[in-house]
Each structure stands twice: as C-alpha cells, then as structure tokens.
C-alpha cells in the first residue's frame, strides 16, 4: 500500500515541476510578446523623424521659392529695379512709416522725352539701352535708402526721404540734368533722350494713389514747358 502513495507523490512532484516548467515559459512568451512592440517601435519613430526632416526641408525650399517668384513680380526685368507694383508695394510703406513716426519724404515722376523717337527710328533694342543707361543714371544719384522704380513704357519714379520742396524740386532739376546730358550712338548718329520730372510731397498725411496722381499731373505740366526748351534734341550729326 506504500508503493502507491511513493508513486502518487512521484506523480504530483512532476507534476508541479511540469506546471513550474509549463509558468517559466509562458513568463518567456510574455515576456518576448512585450519586448517585441519596442523593438518594432524604434524603426517607427526613426521613420517619423525622417519624414518630419524632409518635410522641414521641402517647406524651407517651397518658402525660398516663393520668395524668388514675390521678388520676380515686383521687379523690373529689363532694368532690375522695381517696377510698378514693387514701387508702389515701397511707396505705401513708406507712407505708414511717416504717418507712425511723422518722417517726410518726396515722390518724383519721371518720364523720358524723346524714347518712342528712339525706339521708331533704331530699334527698341536702342530704346532698351537707353532705358539701362537712365536708369542706372537715377540709381547713382540717390541714397541707399530710397527707391527708383520703373512704372512702365518711358516712365521712373523716385521715393525719396526728408526732403524739404526745396530740395525735392532741386533734386527733380539734377534728375533731368543728368538724363539730358547722356548721350548715345546708333548707326552713326548721335542721340540724345531728355527727361521731365514732377514732384509731391509725402508727409503723414499722404495717400500713394493721390501722391502719384500729383507727380504725375506736374510731370506733363513740366514736360510741356521743355518741348520749348532748344537744347533738347533726338538726333544730331
């Protein structure tokens, strides 16, 4: 009757190290099942960092980008100064900084006398040369902190700070100066352009569509006024 209960205490003692044997490797399941996530999970979070410095990148190249084309439409792209819009984009914000700090400033319209002359008798390519050479005439003339800007066809504009009339219209009579006294060769001949300037005055009070109305309305008063002037001439030989 002994060797029965020796072989029922041999079966539970192997019974409950199977049971041991049967928790060790569920622990060991579990534990792989648990370690598994993490392990998956690192490639994860690389991969969302990568995705997030391409992105980073694209939206810096797409911002650059932008940046070109918004420079492109407000310049000129024959004579790389602002052109009308770029101009006017200058002259509003010159305007809101004068009405903020009460600063002053002038607007001057220029138009070039004898351009479609040029353009009629050599060619617009000589029209173009002409329009570089005022252009870069008006660009020497004036400070780093204002602006010249082409508003189309033969007509400049000038933004130009802290000036008194005085000045301004002194200023006005140098740009046209300068301009008269360029002179070119085309086909043998030698010709001479000409320029009109008028004037406005910006203060805190001023409105841009207003003060170009003004510069321009004074322009062709000046304009008309040279057309009798005899030293103005297209074409001499």
Do not use: C
Request: aromatic share 4%.
């Amino acid at each position: 009757m002994k060797k029965p209960k020796r072989a029922g205490a041999a079966k539970a003692k192997k019974g409950r190290k199977t049971s041991a044997s049967r928790s060790k490797a569920a622990s060991r399941r579990l534990a792989k099942r648990s370690a598994k996530p993490a392990r998956r999970g690192a490639p994860a979070a690389d991969d969302t960092r990568a995705t997030i410095r391409g992105l980073r990148s694209k939206l810096k190249e797409a911002e650059r980008r932008v940046a070109e084309l918004e420079a492109a439409a407000d310049t000129d792209f024959l004579l790389e100064i602002p052109n009308r819009r770029g101009f006017e984009r200058e002259l509003a914000r010159a305007i809101a900084y004068m009405k903020r700090y009460r600063a002053s400033g002038a607007l001057i319209v220029l138009d070039v006398d004898r351009l479609k002359p040029i353009n009629d008798s050599f060619g617009h390519a000589a029209g173009d040369e002409v329009l570089k050479a005022i252009a870069a005439t008006l660009t020497r003339q004036v400070r780093a902190s204002d602006v010249v800007g082409r508003l189309g066809g033969d007509e400049f504009a000038l933004l130009l700070w802290n000036l008194s009339e005085t000045d301004a219209k002194a200023k006005a009579a140098t740009f046209e100066q300068a301009i008269d006294e360029l002179s070119f060769a085309f086909r043998g001949q030698r010709v001479t352009a000409g320029a009109s300037a008028g004037v406005a005055l910006l203060g805190a009070q001023s409105d841009a569509g207003r003060a170009l109305e003004e510069a321009d309305a004074a322009m062709y008063v000046r304009k008309a006024h040279r057309r009798h002037e005899p030293r103005i001439r297209l074409v001499s030989n």
